[in-house]
């Protein structure tokens, strides 16, 4: 099926490095599938080159975190070719619904780009190599079962005769794709589950890769854009006759009720005529939300009785007013910016009868359907090309807030291409935050020192009431109750309490909430993990040992921990000044635990070393694994001591990197990872283990100082991270 579109993407000028000569992995994605006619597709997952070039396609985005890498390796390891000859493409979600959904779904968050394509696409490498196999039996005039794949050459053992696959590609690609499709046995893998090297880095570190930030098209303007600075306000009026004459400036363009763009010949120029358009408006009454406000808000749903169950198990409450001593605590934490280095931005080709957009989007397929929509065209006369993520972190999965944008800038010049990009204040600003949230706890203990009953009431807002109204049913927001699910393979909690209640009070305040890296596990664990170890404390037990105690029914849970603390020296005298902290969680269908180790001087923190234990069922890439467990606890921990979004007057404070800080390599601390994959389920990876780094480091903070601190970021706290 020929893909070409009516604007020759190959005219692209995408990065001084390409237009040089290089060739950038991200962009063999639209042109190289839209001459699959004249390459041999041996089916929608490999294309194979006569100079043994293996071309993998690959839906899911990459943004850092090695999902191009080990789908690729997976499609490899079934169709056993030669590792050194492979390279990676991406299709569009205009190429997958007209092949009907052949490389099924491209979202890319929730720890969902390796788990969630197990069989896909080990099926799409498979059936490659079957009919590579088939088409060299036919030349040879044996029976295929006589003949094997390995290292992209296909052997007949008895006659000694061998061929490679790019010899036989094109006639592997005439034949009718096999149905029944067996795939390896775990045991029989061997690429799987080795830690080779990726294949994205060295574009990256030539330059060479490009970001939706460098697309650059023939004739294309540049737009900046601004929206209320009150979300949900609107614009009363601006003066579009005071920079209408500023040099470069083609177009003045208001964006629906709340944003306004200008268009010129370089995004300077349109963000320096954006700057001094003088623009009023209409705040409406979130204008009188502030942090405070939000606060009592969520105070008041502590206590609330508007409440939806997320798990429960006996009568905690009534046990609760009769067990012979309780403890209470209350727990909050504050929004989070994504902070993703490269700013929201889309370039987009409108012509009136067709509609294309280059972006950054953890979700192609919803950013294909905001285009068609803003477009005012059906999806099949619009597509979305993909490129590679300056950073994701469930952002660009919330919204596609910003390709709607560029597509409505661009239906005002017909034919001329728009990139349209954010500043880092916008960014800011006008993020989809991770969801301010509050728990209250109460526990209860027999006469016995026995733990009988926790009630968790968490009041807070909802992402899904932002995202995906209706994926609420009867009030129940299913994404609050990350790490606090009765069971399954997702998200169980891992204790067994007699008596347990967890509520929620649905509180939704102005700004908008998303998905942000770990998503509300982020801020469950820490009520979890840090009331379990306040709790301990109380009783006068181990931490470690009075977790045991409630894990007899939790065995991977417990292996994680018991890992971890191993590890980790628990037990053990630790150097002088140094202190410990336990912590796990079941999330993302993976099982994770870690041991901090920190000095507390002064008002100073330092974290020395965290050690993260960390079962995913398989492990695809080792080494990958490891580095996404250390830069999970960059963004854990600079949530917890730097992060936070706070408002005033119906505004985000924060705008740009001055006042919303990042964590320092010399604040980093050394990161140490058991991985002990147990086989037989497929877990996520990017992102479980962030939740463990903050409750871990809060309760060797609080063993070193014998101060709980439950209230977040710590720097507005009196704490430093040094």
Same mark, same amino acid.
């Given at each position: 099926?020929?893909?070409?579109?009516?604007?020759?993407?190959?005219?692209?000028?995408?990065?001084?490095?390409?237009?040089?000569?290089?060739?950038?992995?991200?962009?063999?994605?639209?042109?190289?599938?839209?001459?699959?006619?004249?390459?041999?597709?041996?089916?929608?997952?490999?294309?194979?080159?006569?100079?043994?070039?293996?071309?993998?396609?690959?839906?899911?985005?990459?943004?850092?975190?090695?999902?191009?890498?080990?789908?690729?390796?997976?499609?490899?390891?079934?169709?056993?070719?030669?590792?050194?000859?492979?390279?990676?493409?991406?299709?569009?979600?205009?190429?997958?619904?007209?092949?009907?959904?052949?490389?099924?779904?491209?979202?890319?968050?929730?720890?969902?780009?390796?788990?969630?394509?197990?069989?896909?696409?080990? $099926?799409?490498?498979?059936?490659?190599?079957?009919?590579?196999?088939?088409?060299?039996?036919?030349?040879?005039?044996?029976?295929?079962?006589?003949?094997?794949?390995?290292?992209?050459?296909?052997?007949?053992?008895?006659?000694?005769?061998?061929?490679?696959?790019?010899?036989? &590609?094109?006639?592997?690609? !005439?034949?009718?794709?096999?149905?029944?499709?067996?795939?390896?046995?775990?045991?029989?893998?061997?690429?799987?589950?080795?830690?080779?090297?990726?294949?994205?880095?060295?574009?990256?570190?030539?330059?060479?890769?490009?970001?939706?930030?460098?697309?650059?098209?023939?004739?294309?303007?540049?737009? &900046?854009? $601004?929206?209320?600075?009150?979300?949900?306000?609107?614009?009363?009026?601006?003066?579009?006759?005071?920079?209408?004459?500023?040099?470069?400036?083609?177009?003045?363009?208001?964006?629906?009720?709340?944003?306004?763009?200008?268009?010129?010949?370089?995004?300077?120029?349109?963000?320096?005529?954006?700057?001094?358009?003088?623009?009023?408006?209409?705040?409406?009454?979130?204008?009188?939300?502030?942090?405070? $406000?939000?606060?009592?808000?969520?105070?008041?749903?502590?206590?609330?009785?508007?409440?939806?169950?997320?798990?429960?198990?006996?009568?905690?409450?009534?046990?609760?007013?009769?067990?012979?001593?309780?403890?209470?605590?209350? @727990?909050?934490?504050?929004?989070?910016?994504?902070?993703?280095?490269?700013?929201?931005? *889309?370039? *987009?080709?409108?012509?009136?009868?067709?509609?294309?957009?280059?972006?950054?989007?953890?979700?192609?397929?919803?950013?294909?359907?905001?285009?068609?929509?803003?477009?005012?065209?059906?999806?099949?006369?619009?597509?979305?090309? !993909?490129?590679?993520?300056?950073?994701?972190?469930?952002?660009?999965?919330?919204?596609?807030?910003?390709?709607?944008?560029?597509? =409505?800038?661009?239906?005002?010049?017909?034919?001329?291409?728009?990139?349209?990009?954010?500043?880092?204040?916008?960014?800011?600003?006008?993020?989809?935050?991770?969801?301010?949230?509050?728990?209250?706890?109460?526990?209860?203990?027999?006469?016995?020192?026995?733990?009988?009953?926790?009630?968790?009431?968490?009041?807070?807002?909802?992402?899904?009431?932002?995202?995906?109204?209706?994926?609420?049913?009867?009030?129940?927001?299913?994404?609050?109750? $990350?790490?606090?699910?009765?069971?399954?393979?997702?998200? &169980?909690?891992? +204790?067994?309490?007699?008596? =347990?209640?967890?509520?929620?009070?649905?509180?939704?305040?102005?700004?908008?909430?998303?998905?942000?890296?770990?998503?509300?596990?982020?801020?469950? *664990?820490?009520?979890?993990?840090?009331?379990?170890?306040?709790?301990?404390?109380?009783?006068?037990?181990?931490?470690?040992?009075?977790?045991?105690?409630?894990?007899?029914?939790?065995?991977?849970?417990?292996?994680?921990?018991?890992?971890?603390?191993?590890?980790?020296?628990?037990?053990?005298?630790?150097?002088?000044?140094?202190?410990?902290?336990?912590?796990?969680?079941?999330?993302?269908?993976? @099982?994770?635990?870690?041991?901090?180790?920190?000095?507390?001087?002064?008002?100073?923190?330092?974290?020395?070393?965290?050690?993260?234990?960390?079962?995913?069922?398989? *492990?695809?890439?080792?080494?990958?694994?490891?580095?996404?467990?250390?830069?999970?606890?960059?963004?854990?921990?600079?949530? =917890?001591?730097?992060?936070?979004?706070?408002?005033?007057?119906?505004?985000?404070?924060?705008?740009?990197?001055?006042?919303?800080?990042?964590?320092?390599?010399?604040?980093?601390?050394?990161?140490?990872?058991?991985?002990?994959?147990?086989?037989?389920?497929?877990?996520?990876?990017?992102?479980?283990?962030?939740?463990?780094?903050?409750?871990?480091?809060?309760?060797?903070?609080?063993?070193?100082?014998?101060?709980? +601190?439950?209230?977040?970021?710590?720097?507005?706290?009196?704490?430093? =991270?040094?």
């Amino acid at each position: 099926m020929n893909f070409q579109p009516k604007f020759d993407r190959r005219s692209f000028i995408v990065s001084s490095a390409a237009a040089a000569g290089g060739l950038c992995l991200a962009f063999r994605a639209s042109a190289a599938i839209a001459d699959a006619v004249s390459e041999p597709e041996v089916n929608a997952w490999v294309v194979i080159k006569p100079d043994e070039t293996v071309i993998i396609r690959i839906a899911r985005s990459e943004m850092g975190q090695g999902t191009l890498t080990g789908l690729a390796q997976m499609v490899a390891e079934e169709l056993e070719c030669d590792w050194s000859k492979v390279t990676c493409e991406f299709p569009t979600p205009g190429q997958n619904a007209a092949r009907n959904h052949v490389w099924g779904s491209f979202f890319t968050a929730g720890s969902q780009g390796i788990r969630g394509s197990v069989d896909l696409v080990r $099926s799409g490498g498979a059936a490659a190599r079957m009919m590579l196999i088939e088409a060299a039996a036919r030349r040879w005039g044996v029976a295929a079962s006589e003949c094997s794949a390995g290292q992209g050459k296909i052997v007949h053992a008895s006659s000694r005769r061998s061929t490679t696959f790019g010899a036989v &590609a094109s006639a592997a690609a !005439k034949l009718a794709p096999p149905t029944n499709i067996p795939l390896k046995d775990p045991k029989d893998w061997k690429l799987i589950g080795k830690d080779v090297k990726r294949l994205d880095t060295p574009d990256k570190t030539q330059g060479k890769t490009i970001f939706g930030i460098d697309i650059r098209l023939p004739g294309m303007l540049y737009a &900046a854009f $601004s929206a209320c600075p009150v979300n949900g306000a609107k614009i009363k009026r601006f003066d579009a006759t005071k920079i209408a004459t500023n040099t470069g400036v083609k177009k003045i363009v208001q964006i629906e009720d709340y944003g306004v763009a200008v268009v010129a010949d370089s995004w300077w120029r349109a963000k320096t005529a954006l700057d001094a358009l003088p623009i009023e408006w209409d705040d409406g009454a979130n204008a009188k939300v502030s942090s405070s $406000s939000i606060d009592a808000v969520l105070k008041e749903g502590l206590d609330a009785n508007d409440v939806v169950v997320g798990n429960q198990s006996g009568d905690a409450k009534a046990v609760l007013a009769n067990a012979a001593k309780t403890f209470e605590a209350v @727990y909050s934490y504050p929004y989070q910016a994504h902070a993703t280095m490269e700013p929201m931005n *889309a370039t *987009a080709l409108f012509t009136g009868e067709r509609c294309e957009v280059w972006c950054s989007t953890q979700n192609g397929e919803a950013a294909l359907a905001v285009v068609a929509q803003a477009a005012g065209l059906r999806p099949e006369r619009c597509d979305v090309h !993909k490129t590679f993520l300056g950073g994701g972190f469930g952002r660009r999965s919330s919204s596609q807030d910003y390709v709607r944008q560029a597509v =409505l800038i661009a239906k005002q010049m017909p034919g001329i291409p728009i990139k349209m990009l954010w500043s880092r204040e916008e960014d800011m600003t006008h993020d989809w935050y991770h969801p301010i949230t509050q728990c209250k706890m109460i526990a209860g203990f027999d006469k016995d020192n026995n733990l009988i009953a926790i009630h968790y009431r968490i009041s807070g807002q909802s992402i899904f009431a932002s995202i995906g109204p209706s994926q609420i049913r009867n009030g129940l927001d299913p994404v609050t109750f $990350s790490g606090f699910s009765a069971g399954g393979n997702e998200d &169980a909690f891992g +204790y067994t309490i007699p008596n =347990l209640l967890v509520d929620y009070a649905m509180r939704n305040p102005h700004l908008h909430s998303g998905f942000w890296r770990g998503v509300t596990i982020n801020h469950n *664990a820490i009520f979890i993990e840090c009331f379990m170890d306040e709790l301990a404390s109380h009783a006068g037990i181990d931490a470690l040992e009075f977790r045991r105690k409630l894990m007899g029914n939790h065995p991977k849970h417990l292996a994680v921990l018991n890992a971890a603390a191993e590890r980790g020296g628990w037990g053990k005298p630790a150097p002088a000044g140094i202190f410990r902290g336990l912590a796990q969680a079941m999330v993302f269908g993976s @099982y994770v635990a870690a041991c901090a180790e920190v000095s507390v001087v002064g008002n100073n923190v330092k974290v020395h070393r965290i050690v993260a234990a960390t079962d995913p069922g398989y *492990a695809v890439n080792p080494g990958q694994i490891e580095r996404q467990v250390a830069g999970s606890f960059v963004y854990g921990l600079t949530g =917890l001591f730097l992060g936070g979004i706070t408002v005033k007057d119906g505004k985000v404070e924060q705008q740009n990197f001055d006042s919303y800080d990042m964590m320092r390599i010399r604040q980093m601390p050394k990161v140490e990872t058991v991985l002990m994959p147990s086989g037989g389920f497929w877990g996520g990876v990017g992102e479980p283990t962030i939740c463990v780094a903050a409750p871990a480091v809060l309760n060797a903070i609080a063993a070193a100082t014998g101060k709980r +601190y439950r209230t977040f970021p710590l720097q507005a706290q009196g704490l430093s =991270l040094v």
